[in-house]
């Protein structure tokens, strides 16, 4: 793969089965994110966004190349069919920050779970000692870091989940939309970040804010019913986006 390019996707695709339903082929019995025959590439240092109606693939797509999810076809592997790659490639480590709680326990402190999740993360004991008060302080949680996390708020926990992120040293950043949940200042603080990163780390980019896609990626990817719509740059993959919200409206 091209040292330029930090994540390179092809002919990839997740299929989900549909519990409790009567179906009479296969294709009613299973949903599929990714179609074949379609890919895309990130470029290093590259502010990249993923927008698309809800359902459309969005998360399964971060989930695959956090490696939660293993895609139907191979994933970072060189197996080539008729000339043609298929899978994903990811040059550099990835620290995720998806779905609120994953990597957290719920019954540990809020200092515990920095720990349990910066060691997911890959980063040694001395390098969470080392960084340990300046996450905590990012996350604006100091009275209540030694409170068991179930009695944190939705909001605390994404401080706390996206300060380890931002603090493990890793190159490729997949943010999804759970930043909705924070307060606005906190936003704010995140966004402040992402204008320091932009150029430095490469970042997977998911929201449904028009606005800050529009400030923040260099270009994005919209995506309808598990296949790519358009990939360009972000003015005009939102001008399609929004026309084809109306066509839903119709």
């Known amino acids: 793969m091209d040292s330029n390019i930090a994540i390179k996707v092809s002919s990839i695709s997740k299929t989900f089965r549909i519990p409790h339903e009567k179906v009479s082929s296969l294709r009613g019995a299973a949903v599929s994110f990714f179609s074949r025959n379609k890919g895309f590439e990130v470029k290093k240092g590259e502010f990249f966004g993923i927008i698309g109606r809800n359902g459309s693939g969005k998360s399964t797509l971060l989930k695959i190349l ?99 992120s931002i603090h493990a040293n890793r190159e490729v950043l997949l943010m999804d939309e759970v930043l909705a949940v924070g307060d ?8 402040d970040y992402f204008q320091e990163i ?15 896609m529009k400030k923040f990626c260099d270009r994005t990817l919209v995506l309808n019913n598990g296949r790519i719509l358009t990939l360009e740059k972000t003015e005009g993959a939102m001008a399609k986006y929004g026309k084809l919200l109306e066509q839903y409206k119709q």
Not at 80 to 105: A, D, Q, T, Y
Not at 113 to 130: P, R
Not at 184 to 191: G, L, P, V
């Open 198 to 212: 932009r150029g430095i780390k490469t970042v997977l980019f998911v929201s449904h804010d028009s606005e800050n």
């Open 184 to 191: 606005a200042n906190f936003q704010q603080k995140c966004y």
């Open 66 to 164: 956090a490696g939660i999810y293993q895609a139907d076809t191979p994933v970072k592997s060189d197996k080539v069919h008729r000339g043609e790659f298929h899978g994903v490639k990811i040059n550099g480590r990835i620290s995720p920050f998806l779905e609120l709680g994953i990597g957290f326990n719920p019954e540990l402190s809020g200092r515990d779970n920095v720990y349990l999740n910066a060691t997911v993360l890959g980063m040694s004991k001395k390098q969470i000692d080392e960084k340990f008060d300046s996450i905590v302080k990012f996350s604006e949680l100091e009275r209540f870091i030694d409170q068991k996390l179930k009695n944190y708020s939705s909001g605390m926990q994404v401080r706390l989940a996206f300060a380890v």
